[in-house]
């Protein structure tokens, strides 16, 4: 497989911004996640797609955050009004379904509000 | 409520020597437990899971771990650390009924020659 890719590696804001990552799951896992993680902290679940629907969304993730999944493939988080607590590694997990359980990981974009 | 406690957040250690790194874990029903790796610069790479059957499993690199229900500790074991197995570990949770993993905040482990 090639992997979970996230775009960009990288993005420097301003505070009030809005910006959009990319997350594309190996190809043929429908399971999707999406997860923050700050420095010297474990990653924090976001949300979690199964195919196309947006099952489950942590109390994290506030009404400035919004994801997607079109056609169950690749998702796309929006930070709308970004605030300087944004900064932090957004990262993108996937699977399969069933009881494999293995979750794979993309590098992780990194979000820097100014 | 699931949750992950490392007490340890880095554990220095010696080149050969034998290292656990510890794990607690608070739920209230059946869990499943993952131990992931984080090299630096790279992605967290899964290094074992514990889903049922034997409570001692053994993941990649030397790596094992064992399950104790009455404790909830999942502690991570390798009899003889190398050099290349600098890296932060997560201890992670997923409890039945819950569809995202909890995880811990991390121990960096620092191999010394």
């Known amino acids: 497989d090639t992997g979970v890719s996230q775009n960009p590696r990288h993005k420097i804001t301003k505070r009030g911004q809005n910006v959009t990552f990319r997350c594309d799951p190996i190809s043929e896992h429908n399971r999707l996640y999406w997860y923050r993680q700050t420095l010297g902290q474990g990653p924090e679940f976001l949300t979690y797609f199964q195919n196309e629907a947006q099952l489950e969304k942590s109390r994290l993730l506030s009404d400035r955050f919004s994801a997607e999944r079109p056609k169950g493939s690749f998702s796309t988080l929006e930070i709308q009004r970004t605030e300087q607590g944004d900064s932090a590694m957004y990262l993108c997990?996937?699977?399969?379904?069933?009881?494999?359980?293995?979750?794979?990981f993309g590098s992780g974009t990194q979000l820097s509000v100014l | 409520a699931q949750s992950v406690t490392q007490l340890d957040s880095q554990v220095p250690v010696f080149e050969e020597a034998p290292v656990e790194l510890r794990c607690n874990y608070s739920?209230?029903?059946?869990?499943?437990l993952f131990w992931y790796v984080q090299y630096p610069n790279q992605g967290l790479q899964l290094l074992l899971k514990?889903?049922?059957?034997?409570?001692l499993v053994k993941g990649i690199n030397g790596f094992e771990a064992e399950f104790n229900k009455s404790q909830t500790s999942f502690h991570l074991r390798k009899p003889s650390v190398h050099i290349s197995d600098t890296a932060e570990y997560f201890c992670a949770v997923r409890s039945t009924g819950r569809r995202a993993l909890t995880f811990g905040s991390g121990t960096r482990l620092q191999v010394q020659p």
């Open positions: 739920s209230s029903v059946s869990v499943y």
């Open positions: 997990a996937s699977r399969k379904g069933g009881q494999n359980e293995k979750l794979f």
């Open positions: 514990y889903l049922s059957g034997s409570t």
